[in-house]
């Protein structure tokens, strides 16, 4: 099995994510992105299990996929109070606050 | 390491936790079946965070590794888990006139609360990188909602959800690092990877791990809110009521903090590419631009958001020497800093109107005619905050700076004292506003017996470290040699 190629894909689904939070405007892309992120991460995890032969890594896959849910769970919510309070969701309305 | 500890599957070793998961849920079923009166739900959440103090302090000078090797019962955990739970019992006393206040349901505040203790908990005794992300992520995961309780205004919203970007933006980054970290040592309990770190001259050249690393690294700075990773800060600080902006500066802080000293000491102490010179320009950088910035702020809350990136920095400073006078000197500066800010919010909490407003300078301005004590109990705190004796601030200050000159860093020192002068310009401008100018409108706060409380044992804390501070730092000193072995 070709590992490296796995290690890769993993690197640039990461950098997709971070380009997407970075860039992208709307909030539910945004959560999307992070998830991407997260879901890199678990390829990496996965396949060096594989790799190295322990089981580590396929126990951090389960607990990260946990927190993922969670934090889905409250960033949702969170959107869901934004959008009926201000009527939209995207990033550059949130700057009420600054400097 | 940990072989030679005892073993044991009691759940005797982590009590504190057992208490205040107990709390939680006495805390729900009260909320769902009490539901007229919620300052109990809070008198509950007082009396788990007490009891676990005392089970706390019961277990100190014990050395218990359990669960597999997860976690780890020692003095360090128990200090940093004492910390946490009086910043928790202050915020529970400020916010019970607060959460009464907030329309409708509101017993969940506690539980959300009590939840991120919880995960402050596992997160200082956690022995492995699943434990120590879970428990990070526990801890997170309820402050996200907290700053978004008042939900009416839209700055609260808006912290909130930048915060919970962020944050969890923060936790991918560490979690990357974790994975490369382990893609390249194959385990992910602490003490192990120390093991082969010190073992294995090559990956001190290793790009993949030196990456880990640097990730993990990142990762906390953006939770401790280190500049450049500090952008959520201000925001997340401002938006939130003023007792959860106080929780968030007192225990975030110091758990996040703790997490950070123990990984320095436990895995990457046996790292032979250092990384004190990255921390060095990270303390450096952090200082400049925390106190700079918040000299321009004219809301106090805000001001507060960048003093405390500042001492963010000043702990920082703690950690660069790598060495046990350090780290104390830094689990010391944490205490320190929790008394006083979590007492400066408690007096911002007073002058906080139901809308978020009353945060201006100009809302302090001549605030000793009609409120003298709470002027001067705001004083005390701003100037603990700049490093002014006889105060907690001032020796917390003293033993970082002092560990740093010690192991030959004097510019940084230098450097961090010149930053702490221009930080008093904004603390002593709260001090100035308050006495000399003219109140621009009459300012009249109810008594709250709650809040007050809180700003007692908070006033307390910053007077008694502030004049006795040898025990304090006697007792950071054992934690710290708990962790080393």
């Not at chain 1, 607990?63 to 889905?72: H, K, L």
């Not at chain 2, 009609?370 to 001032?394: D, K, Y």
Request: charged fraction near 10%; aromatic fraction near 12%.
């Amino acid at each position: 099995m070709n590992y490296q190629l796995l290690f890769v894909l993993s690197f640039v689904l990461f950098v997709v994510g971070m380009i997407g939070v970075a860039m992208r405007r709307n909030v539910i892309i945004v959560l999307v992105s992070l998830e991407l992120m997260l879901n890199a991460v678990n390829i990496l995890f996965v396949s060096a299990s594989k790799y190295l032969h322990t089981l580590d890594g396929q126990v951090f896959v389960i607990m990260v996929i946990t927190i993922a849910a969670a934090e889905a769970a409250i960033a949702l919510a969170l959107v869901v109070r934004l959008f009926r309070t201000m009527g939209m969701v995207k990033i550059d309305d949130l700057k009420r606050l600054k400097w | 390491m940990y072989e030679g500890l005892t073993y044991s599957t009691t759940f005797s070793s982590i009590l504190p936790q057992v208490i205040i998961a107990a709390a939680i849920v006495v805390c729900a079923m009260f909320d769902a079946f009490v539901a007229s009166k919620k300052w109990l739900v809070g008198i509950i959440a007082l009396l788990g965070l007490g009891a676990g103090i005392a089970a706390s302090m019961s277990l100190w000078g014990q050395n218990i590794v359990e669960f597999s090797n997860m976690l780890s019962t020692n003095d360090f955990s128990l200090i940093v888990s004492i910390t946490v739970m009086i910043a928790g019992i202050v915020s529970v006393l400020v916010s019970l006139r607060y959460v009464d206040a907030i329309d409708g349901e509101s017993g969940h505040y506690y539980l959300l609360l009590l939840s991120s203790v919880l995960g402050m908990l596992f997160l200082v005794s956690a022995m492995n990188l699943i434990v120590l992300v879970l428990s990070l992520e526990l801890m997170s995961l309820s402050v996200y909602p907290l700053v978004g309780m008042t939900y009416e205004r839209q700055a609260s919203l808006e912290g909130s959800m930048k915060y919970l970007i962020l944050g969890s933006f923060a936790t991918a980054f560490l979690l990357y690092g974790i994975a490369l970290v382990y893609s390249v040592i194959g385990t992910t309990n602490m003490y192990a990877i120390a093991r082969v770190l010190a073992s294995r001259r090559d990956l001190a050249v290793n790009v993949v791990m030196m990456a880990g690393i640097a990730l993990i690294l990142v990762g906390f700075s953006f939770k401790v809110a280190l500049v450049p990773f500090h952008t959520w800060t201000p925001d997340a600080y401002q938006g939130a009521p003023a007792p959860v902006t106080g929780f968030m500066a007192a225990a975030v802080k110091a758990a996040s903090f703790a997490a950070i000293i123990k990984l320095v000491i436990v895995v990457l102490s046996s790292y032979h590419v250092p990384v004190s010179g990255a921390l060095w320009w990270l303390s450096a950088v952090t200082m400049f631009a925390g106190n700079i910035i918040a000299v321009l702020q004219k809301n106090v809350k805000r001001m507060l958001a960048y003093s405390s990136i500042a001492h963010a920095g000043y702990v920082v400073v703690g950690l660069v020497p790598g060495s046990a006078f350090g780290m104390s000197s830094a689990i010391f500066y944490l205490l320190s800093y929790t008394f006083t800010v979590t007492g400066a919010f408690a007096v911002i909490t007073y002058l906080e109107k139901k809308d978020g407003t009353g945060n201006d300078l100009s809302d302090y301005s001549g605030l000793s005619r009609s409120h003298p004590v709470l002027s001067l109990i705001m004083s005390v705190f701003m100037l603990s905050l700049g490093g002014i004796p006889p105060t907690a601030g001032f020796m917390a200050k003293f033993y970082v700076f002092g560990a740093a000159i010690r192991s030959g860093y004097v510019g940084l020192a230098v450097f961090g004292i010149l930053t702490s002068v221009v930080s008093l310009y904004y603390y002593l401008h709260v001090v100035y506003a308050m006495y000399f100018e003219e109140p621009e409108h009459a300012t009249d706060v109810p008594v709250a017996v709650g809040i007050s409380t809180g700003i007692v044992i908070a006033l307390w804390g910053v007077i008694q470290l502030g004049i006795l501070p040898s025990d304090i730092m006697d007792l950071a000193m054992k934690s710290v040699q708990s962790l080393i072995h």
